[in-house]
């Protein structure tokens, strides 16, 4: 708020401040000015400390002699003369440094109103008195001044600054201060053939404003903010747990009487303790810090592995993705987007992210573990769920897109593989790849291609019998389908597919498709080819049927007629879909579940785990039998590396505010007495 | 005082960062970091640990200015491309120039991006050896090392002072001008504190270190 009221002070000047005139290389390298100007000021008027020194030696070498010393490249730092208003546009960037100071423009300003309260830019010497305490002893005196931040903000941006310097306009330039003179004599024909231009403060260019429109940079922003937050928090928290522990180990020492050379070895190895947390703070986290114990997943743009922390001793689902598979495909943003779906989630119906950390070639998300499999596993198992373990399971996921929707995202492509069985049989939502505002346009052009590609006479009506026997033979010929680059359109819903708007009940859609195959075996529109799948989905209104079973041992898998007005009410036009929680609760189909107290319930399986690195319940990687599964799998992710041209370099910029979580959190345990558990925000005070 | 850390929210329908809600921890942060920073903690703040080894206590500033000044420059990158700023400088005084230190050409006259990804490939390179920045515990520090950081933070101030000259508005624009503000001052007050960066590295932001240090009292 200050910040800005200081900015609309400032545009509110009679004297706006000037924006620089553009560099002039050659101009600005000159030299030859520089040992003039520095005798002038010297005699006529001592520097003001607002003022750029003038380079003592007359060439740009200085600098590359001086840089060269000290270990690594040469290094040049080419000094110009100073230009008529160097920092004009730059008075704000103080408004940090004064808080109260502002609280009182504030309070006296309309926020939004330009003010003359900022005298700073009044060009006018004599007007000025702290141009005299310059001249005696530069800056020191403002802070018994009343007008402190009036004072301060003299000292640092000169008022001669904030002049439009016109060329020929200002006289009073040189008249109380010679060294203006030189600079406007080095700069004179700079400033006479490009007059300043007018000033630009705060007036963004289209180009600017489109790029500052952009989501990808509001994000990177907000990233950047939470990141100083919770940098500055931790580092003071750090700081203060540092000093208990220090009064700590003085007290326990004098209470036991420790002197003499005792007491000096037990301060040695106290602060050898303390270098150990110092030094861990400062250590990247790498891959290498990981112990990989198994693979678990294997994914178009990378693989998931169990992985233990070696300090720690945590458990993790690690996530290894390639930067230029990533890039290459245009899915940084989804990545990015699950880190930060990640970073915010505390519940337990979302997957927690531990750290997210990256090299030259990967990026990584560590993730809590979830040991009970995926819902493809556990479909691929069991077939049909009785409908009262489909209630459950269906509720359960609802809570999990209900929390995802509560962070204002919308998945967009949910199917069983996002879904996971922790180690107490309960659901949790994982991969949220795709949860951003918008799909890869490419995507959506190929699906609605594909969709147009449709002809009527595609559509193949298949029995109730058919399709589950058809469904379950494709599944085990290609369990992995979904994990491959491309993904299965199975469970979106058409509005997405077609790239039109669409709003949380995208969800929903797919939520209905997953409670059809937990009841019916197969999901509602899945088809023989993926043209079949394309053309049912297009006519979906006409193939969904409600699944009938005649033979008399296939009764039992007849649905209830309150679970297919479930169906109907998901799987269904966004006008008349089902679009927020209370409406689903309140289905009869879901009347027996009590939503608040899921995670209290017992569920209908829990997986039996032999300690908390059991992959019983996923794909062995070391299995000739299930790797056959990701042949598809691995021969796309093979298909994208061969075009695969951008490589790591170019992803630096993508990749910034990645990195999550502290290498270490942990604090030594002080050499005797209790652990000091204090409040590390109270003592910073 | 309400948007000093204000979370700017994008306007998109679906992508909605929630606000920051009373009691989370992003909420305790922002109180904590209003009620904080700003005032002269940070000159206690970089002040040695008692007892601490002061190359320890540089080393993990250093690799901590590093990633700050990566987050920074990556808010802006956009921004900073070869049209716009076709010379790495801290506006029209000062410009930098790249030397990758092989001894074969003259330092090259850069753009900023161009001499930004050099630097900061560079600094991650030294950052990332255990020669110099040792990570393993135990394994003390070169004899270079002091030297080492010197320059590491010499050239990363040069990123501070372009953004400070070329991308200020558009840190403004982007609301995170307070960020910038407090980070840059937690780095002038270290590298004054340990006197790591002569005065004339710091020519070209010097007013504003004037002010910096005489307002947290030096």
């Known amino acids: 708020m200050f910040s800005r009221v200081l900015k609309s002070t400032n545009s509110g000047n009679p004297t706006p401040p000037s924006k620089e005139p553009p560099t002039t290389p050659s101009k600005t390298r000159s030299g030859h000015a520089h040992t003039k100007s520095q005798s002038q000021s010297s005699t006529a008027v001592p520097p003001s400390p607002s003022r750029i020194p003038v380079p003592t030696t007359p060439s740009s070498r200085s600098g590359m002699d001086r840089a060269g010393r000290d270990g690594y490249a040469k290094e040049n730092v080419r000094t110009a003369p100073p230009p008529p208003s160097p920092h004009g546009d730059r008075s704000s960037y103080l408004s940090f440094l004064f808080p109260q100071q502002q609280q009182q423009q504030a309070a006296v300003s309309a926020p939004g109103t330009p003010v003359k309260v900022n005298k700073v830019a009044q060009p006018t010497i004599p007007h000025n008195p702290t141009t005299v305490s310059h001249t005696q002893q530069p800056q020191l005196q403002y802070g018994a001044d009343e007008d402190v931040h009036m004072q301060t903000m003299r000292g640092?941006?000169?008022?001669?600054?904030?002049?439009?310097?016109?060329?020929?306009?200002?006289?009073?330039?040189?008249?109380?201060?010679?060294?203006?003179?030189?600079?406007?004599?080095?700069?004179?024909?700079?400033?006479?053939?490009?007059?300043?231009?007018?000033?630009?403060?705060?007036?963004?260019?289209?180009?600017?404003r489109e790029l500052l429109d952009k989501a990808e940079t509001k994000r990177k922003a907000t990233v950047a903010q939470i990141y100083f937050l919770d940098y500055y928090f931790d580092l003071l928290g750090y700081l203060s747990a540092r000093k208990k522990r220090l009064e700590t180990f003085k007290v326990d020492t004098a209470e036991r009487n420790v002197t003499g050379s005792d007491y000096n070895r037990e301060l040695a190895s106290y602060n050898g303790r303390e270098r150990v947390v110092l030094r861990k703070r400062r250590t990247k986290l790498r891959v290498e810090h990981f112990r990989i114990i198994a693979q678990v997943g294997q994914g178009g743009y990378g693989s998931v592995y169990l992985a233990r922390k070696n300090d720690s001793n945590e458990v993790c689902a690690l996530k290894k993705m390639r930067k230029g598979?990533?890039?290459?495909?245009?899915?940084?943003?989804?990545?990015?987007?699950?880190?930060?779906?990640?970073?915010?989630?505390?519940?337990?119906?979302?997957?927690?992210?531990?750290?997210?950390?990256?090299?030259?070639?990967?990026?990584?998300?560590?993730?809590?573990?979830?040991?009970?499999?995926?819902?493809?596993?556990?479909?691929?198992?069991?077939?049909?769920?009785?409908?009262?373990?489909?209630?459950?399971?269906?509720?359960?996921?609802?809570?999990?897109?209900?929390?995802?929707?509560?962070?204002?995202?919308i998945h967009r492509d949910l199917k069983p593989e996002n879904f996971l069985v922790d180690g107490t049989g309960h659901v949790k939502l994982t991969d949220f790849g795709l949860a951003t505002g918008a799909l890869n346009p490419l995507r959506i052009d190929s699906m609605k291609n594909k969709l147009d590609q449709v002809k009527d006479q595609d559509l193949i009506f298949r029995s109730t019998l058919e399709r589950r026997t058809m469904y379950r033979s494709m599944r085990m010929a290609e369990p992995r389908y979904a994990d491959s680059v491309v993904g299965s359109p199975d469970y979106m819903p058409p509005e997405v597919l077609r790239g039109k708007t669409y709003t949380y009940s995208a969800d929903y859609w797919s939520l209905g498709c997953i409670l059809f195959e937990f009841l019916c075996g197969f999901p509602p529109f899945s088809g023989h080819t993926p043209e079949e799948t394309w053309a049912n989905l297009k006519n979906w209104h006409k193939v969904l049927r409600r699944p009938v079973y005649d033979r008399p041992e296939d009764l039992i898998f007849n649905l209830s007629d309150i679970a297919w007005d479930a169906v109907i009410r998901l799987i269904a036009h966004p006008k008349d879909r089902l679009s927020a929680l209370p409406d689903v609760q309140s289905l009869p189909f879901f009347t027996p579940i009590p939503f608040s107290s899921l995670r209290a319930r017992d569920p209908p399986f829990v997986p039996m785990l032999d300690g908390e690195t059991d992959v019983g319940y996923f794909d062995s990687f070391e299995s000739e039998a299930d790797m056959a599964k990701y042949a598809e799998v691995f021969k796309k992710q093979r298909d994208v590396a061969a075009v695969e041209e951008k490589g790591g370099k170019a992803g630096r910029n993508n990749w910034v505010g990645f990195t999550f979580g502290r290498h270490v959190n942990a604090v030594p345990m002080p050499p005797r007495g209790p652990k000091p558990e204090g409040e590390p925000l109270q003592t910073i005070f | 005082m309400s948007t000093l850390f204000n979370l700017k929210n994008g306007p998109s329908r679906t992508f909605k960062p929630k606000k920051v809600a009373e009691g989370t921890k992003q909420w305790q942060l922002k109180q904590y970091a209003q009620a904080t920073l700003g005032s002269g903690n940070l000159r206690t703040a970089v002040q040695l640990p008692e007892g601490e080894d002061v190359q320890e206590w540089i080393a993990v500033h250093v690799v901590d200015f590093f990633n700050h000044v990566n987050m920074l420059y990556g808010t802006i990158s956009e921004f900073c491309t070869p049209t716009e700023c076709p010379v790495m400088n801290a506006g029209p005084k000062y410009e930098f120039h790249w030397d990758d230190g092989d001894g074969q050409r003259r330092a090259a006259q850069l753009s900023a991006p161009a001499y930004v990804e050099a630097l900061m490939t560079w600094a991650q390179t030294i950052l990332d050896d255990e020669k110099h920045f040792p990570q393993k515990i135990g394994v003390k520090f070169p004899p270079t090392f002091m030297a080492t950081a010197k320059t590491i933070l010499r050239r990363l101030f040069r990123v501070y002072a372009h953004i400070y000259h070329s991308h200020f508005d558009q840190i403004c624009a982007l609301g995170i001008e307070a960020h910038l503000n407090t980070n840059y001052r937690h780095f002038l007050l270290f590298v004054d504190e340990f006197k790591l960066l002569s005065e004339?590295?710091?020519?070209?932001?010097?007013?504003?270190?004037?002010t910096i240090l005489q307002e947290t009292g030096k």
């Open chain 1, 325 to 409: 598979t990533l890039a290459k495909m245009d899915e940084v943003k989804h990545v990015l987007v699950e880190r930060d779906i990640l970073t915010a989630v505390k519940t337990p119906w979302l997957v927690r992210l531990l750290y997210a950390f990256q090299d030259r070639e990967h990026v990584y998300l560590a993730m809590e573990y979830v040991p009970g499999g995926d819902f493809r596993t556990l479909l691929n198992n069991s077939g049909v769920l009785k409908e009262e373990h489909a209630r459950f399971y269906a509720a359960e996921m609802f809570m999990g897109v209900n929390e995802l929707h509560k962070l204002g995202y």
């Open chain 1, 156 to 208: 640092t941006i000169d008022p001669r600054m904030l002049k439009g310097m016109p060329p020929g306009g200002a006289g009073g330039a040189m008249r109380y201060n010679p060294l203006e003179r030189v600079q406007e004599d080095v700069h004179m024909k700079t400033v006479a053939r490009e007059p300043a231009p007018p000033p630009k403060e705060r007036v963004m260019q289209p180009w600017e």
């Open chain 2, 200 to 210: 004339k590295d710091l020519v070209p932001l010097e007013d504003f270190n004037n």
